[in-house]
């Protein structure tokens, strides 16, 4: 039996992704394979304070697990597709993106502040976190009187920050919580024409070396599934 040993970052999320590219494949192919999961820390996983916004279209989410690629360390890797940098390094490729789960951003308000559940309801001045340029500059276009503030950090410790009242709301990828089964959590499904994602969240990457023709082979079937 074929043992592929996939790879990712080692936050609980990652984890997920990995378990539903998994159960994804399995659902599309009766060949029997053992998977070994692999995680790595990198650059952004160590570095919690640099912005998103300055690192946007880089490989700080995906350095090390491309480099354990190129390494023969691991098969495939498995990223957020968003997280995916502008130029694919030399020697790799990306063999399929999924469906997204969900393609949009979500509003999550601290408990002390459910009654005012929403973008329009939230009261001057509140602090809302956001990370990405995108997100920051739809909330300043849409809500001039909010202090946007940048966070960073997983889903679990965006949400730890929250809960510690260092933020009134943060802004997530919705996705994000269901695939942890915190739809609890979401207090407003954003709009698009509030905020408008980046258009491959919700997706999931597989990436591959060029040269790994069956790897390609196995989860290319995964495209848009």
Known sequence: MKIIKIGARPSKLSLKQVEEVIEKLRSLTKVSYTFEIKTYKTTGDIDKETSISEIEGSDFFTDTIEKALLNNEID??????????????????????TKSLNPFDALVVRE?????????????????????IRRKEALRKYRDDLIIKDIRGNIDERLE????????AIIVAACALIRLRLENRISQIIPFDIVQPH?????LAIEAREDDYEIE?????????
């Open 161 to 168: 920050k929250l809960d510690k009242c260092e933020y009134d």
């Open 76 to 97: 495939v890797a498995v990223h957020s597709a968003k997280d995916l940098p502008d130029v694919i390094p030399k020697g790799l490729k990306i063999v399929a993106i």
């Open 217 to 225: 082979q196995i989860f290319s079937r995964l495209n848009s599934k």
């Open 199 to 203: 258009p491959l969240q919700g997706c």
């Open 112 to 132: 002390e502040l459910k009654k005012f559940g929403s973008l329009d309801k939230l009261p001057k001045g509140a602090v809302v976190g956001a990370s990405s």
